[in-house]
Structures are given as C-alpha cells and as structure tokens.
C-alpha cells in the first residue's frame, strides 16, 4: 500500500505544483502588448555613454561603428519614458566580428550587431552583461520593458567557427536554395537541425535572458528557421523565463496570413506587421483609395487569439517613411496617425519622432538626433520638434482612449480621397489625402456628436463643414 500512497501524495503534489504554476502563468500573462508602445533603437546609432569602448568608431564613414552603447541607452531612457515609449527593442548585442568588409560604399564593420562571432559573449563596443542589466533594472524602474534582438540564423561574416565549428554551418557549396538552407547575404548559416547547435543557441540567448530580466526577444529572420526550431525555442523559453516573455518576430514581408502557422502553433507572441506600411502608402500616394484602404484596416488585425501584430512606418532595412514620401511632412503625420491609432503594438524606429529622413542603405541607419548637441552620436540634420510633439501627442491619446487600442474597426465613410473609420464605441479617425479640405457627411450622424481631439495639421477647433482639412489626420471622439 505504501507506494500506492506515496504515488497519491506525488500525485497531489504535481497537482498543486500544476495549479501553482497556472495561477503564475494567468497572472504573468497579463501584458497585453497592443497596450504598449515600442522604440527600437540601433544601439551604436542612438547614444554614447562610455566613449572609452569606442573601438571601430568613425563617424564620417556611415558603414562604421558610431559609438552608442549600453551606457548610452540606459542615460536616455528618461527621454523614451517623456515621450511614451513602454518598451525599447535593441540591436543585437553579442560579441560581432572584429574586422570590416569591403562594400561598394566602403568598409563595413559589425555596428549593427547581425554579425555575431560568439553568441556566448557580449560585444565590449555595447557594454558589458552588468550594463545589460542595468538597463533592465533602470527600465523597469520607470515602467519601460526591454526586448533584445537575437540572431538563431547565422553568424558574421569569417566567424571563429568558420574554422572550429565547420561542421556547425553551411557556406559556400553547401548553401541551400530555400529560405531556411540559403545563406542569407553570403552570411555563414547555422545548421539549426541540429541538437547540439540548438543547444548551443538556446543556452546563449536563453541563458542571457535568464541572468539579464529581459521581456523579451526581437527574433530576426524567422522565416530562415524551420517551424520545429521556434516551437522548442518557445517551449523552452516558457519554461525558463515565463509565459510572458514575449517573442516578436521579424518574418519579412508578414501581415496576419503569412503570421497565421507561427501563431497556431504558438511559435511567436506577435509579428511584425510589414504590409502595414504598404498599405498606407498605397493610400497616401494614391495608388489605392479610401474604400479599398477602409477595407484592409477594418480586417488587418483579425489574427489568432493571444498574438498580435506590431505595425511600423520603417525599418533599418528599408528605407525612412518619410524619405519615401519625398519629405512630405504633412502625409508622414497623416501615416503616424494611422499607427498610433492602429490595433496592435505600434512600432517607432529611432529618430522618427523627429522626422529622420534618409533613404536607401546606409542612409537609413543615420544617428539619433539629440537637441542637446553634447550628446553624441548626434545627427547631421536637425530635428522638426513640431514632428516630435505630434509623435508625444499621438502617443498620449492611444494611452488614455483605449478605443484607439480597440479590435473593432468599421469604416464610416469613404471617398476616393477619404476614409472615416470608427475604432471601438466612440471614436472615429479621419484621414484625407487629397489637396482639398473634406466636408462633414450625414453618414457620420450629426456634427455636433463629435469633439476634435487631434489633427495633423493643427486644427484645433472644427470649423463647421469641415470633416479633415486637406492632407489631414483628424481623431473625433463621440460627446456622451
Ligand atoms: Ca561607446
Ligand atoms: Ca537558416
């Protein structure tokens, strides 16, 4: 009988440690991250805190290292927590090649941390794990959470394992022609099937994580990665850092069907949104018009339960937003309004609160602009401030009405130039890409229902007829 009682009480235990561990779980899980804002920062582009690791940098060479580091982030981070950031993604911190590559537009060094020599240490030019962790602790301290970018694909060009750990990657003949054998920009591929490499990489990055308080992995080029891979990575990232941490991937090109097989299987918390920016631009550039533009916005985020995408006006891998626009200023507030009204987790990359501009590579990679010109890297344009307060109010309004956060979308009006969409119960977001101001229509239900609470343009009283001046963003929000 006494192994019999001994299995009960085994089994009594589990149990409690079970209902334990989902209490734990419910209560951790708790982040939604449509609720949150991100910045993403290229850490040696945004700010300098220890010119003494200042290894590599050049600043009129924009293929060089420019100086930003731990340091520097964890200084600026009273100025993210101002603007309304709740979360800060950085580049990759590991440990790069040393050495630069010849490129048409010069010599290329690691600066943006996808070159990785050693997932196993951290790159002296970023910091140290202590400054890691002190970010994190300075972070939280003012509310903002930190999500660092990882790399399970591949490693820097000429990496130490190119000659200890041949057996590790593919290179050269060995590359594949599909996406998860092809070596990505000639880079070495880390041969992901196998155990000892998953092992390897599982316990760098998890590992770091563990030790640093991180919330979160950026994932980088998911796509090149097979399915299986990502459902052990998050099995094993739930069951060492919690269902909470949160997993954003980067499949390039994704929008809520390529995202559909990485949520069913719960391989990712969320994707980001590319084809976001796609659509906006087709409307904004009049490709598309304001029913088919309607359209897409009203179904976008219609993704499975539990996941989210994370929309964005640019990347460092594309160009700037408003360089696309030509330097349209008055259609690149029109397209942040659309983002911080969207559902989902809206996404700033460094320097687009101040109208950074910059087209194709390397330009899109320029430093952060800094008013204080004492801290460096600092720009070579000046910020537009009145950008910057637009991104702030933006960022307020979509904190304190969460229809703006809503999962309800339905277009209101449209016209070839217009689009009105009702978010949630009680407001109503109006955008008109056209020359010419937008008369009010009875289809909205009387005027006098609405209060103007936002217009790119600065409008701050309605003027009666008027629906959106031309090129104007409006937020109405319904009197009670
Ligand atoms: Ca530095
Ligand atoms: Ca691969």
């Not at 018009?289 to 006006?313: I, M, T």
């Amino acid at each position: 009988m006494a192994p019999v009682f001994f299995g009960k009480l085994k089994m009594l235990k589990t149990l409690i440690t079970l209902l334990f561990a989902a209490q734990i779980s419910f209560v951790s899980a708790d982040t939604d991250w449509r609720d949150e804002v991100l910045y993403f920062v290229m850490l040696d582009r945004f700010a300098d805190g220890d010119p003494t690791n200042n290894q590599d940098v050049d600043q009129s060479n924009d293929l060089a290292f420019h100086g930003g580091d731990l340091e520097g982030l964890t200084q600026q981070l009273d100025y993210l927590a101002d603007l309304g950031a709740t979360a800060v993604w950085l580049t990759p911190i590991n440990q790069q090649i040393d050495f630069s590559i010849a490129s048409p537009n010069g010599q290329f060094f690691a600066h943006h941390g996808y070159w990785a020599n050693d997932f196993y240490a951290i790159d002296p030019r970023f910091g140290t794990e202590a400054d890691l962790k002190n970010l994190v602790s300075e972070a939280h301290n003012r509310g903002i959470k930190v999500i660092l970018d990882v790399v399970y694909n591949h490693l820097g060009y000429g990496a130490d394992f190119e000659d200890t750990r041949p057996e590790w990657l593919r290179m050269g003949g060995q590359c594949g022609g599909d996406d998860e054998t092809m070596c990505l920009s000639g880079l070495p591929d880390l041969r992901t099937e196998l155990p000892e490499v998953r092992n390897y990489l599982f316990e760098a990055h998890l590992g770091l994580a563990e030790r640093t308080g991180i919330d979160g992995f950026r994932l980088d080029t998911v796509k090149h990665i097979s399915h299986d891979f990502w459902q052990e990575h998050r099995r094993l990232a739930t069951e060492r850092l919690g269902s909470d941490f949160m997993l954003l991937g980067e499949i390039w090109g994704a929008d809520k069907i390529t995202a559909r097989p990485y949520f069913k299987s719960d391989e990712l918390s969320g994707a980001f949104d590319f084809v976001f920016r796609d659509r906006t631009l087709e409307f904004l550039n009049n490709i598309s018009n304001g029913k088919r533009f309607g359209r897409y916005l009203s179904k976008r985020h219609a993704v499975v339960d539990g996941h989210f995408l994370a929309p964005f006006l640019s990347n460092h891998d594309m160009l700037t937003l408003l360089a696309t626009l030509r330097e349209d200023k008055a259609k690149y507030l029109v397209a942040a309004t659309l983002l911080f009204t969207a559902e989902g987790l809206p996404v700033i990359t460094w320097g687009e609160e101040w109208g950074r501009t910059g087209k194709a590579w390397p330009a899109n990679r320029a430093n952060m602009y800094w008013p204080d010109s004492s801290v460096q890297p600092n720009s070579d344009w000046v910020g537009d401030a009145a950008i910057f307060a637009k991104f702030a109010e933006l960022i307020k309004l979509r904190k304190a009405l969460p229809d703006l956060r809503s999962s309800k979308s339905e277009v209101a009006y449209t016209t070839q130039d217009v689009l009105a969409l009702k978010r949630g119960e009680t407001s109503l977001v109006v955008v008109n890409r056209s020359d010419s101001a937008a008369q009010w229509n009875d289809k909205l239900g009387a005027r006098e229902d609405w209060r103007l609470v936002f217009s790119s343009q600065g409008v701050t009283a309605i003027d009666k007829p008027v629906l959106a001046e031309g090129m104007d963003a409006r937020i109405y929000v319904k009197n009670r």
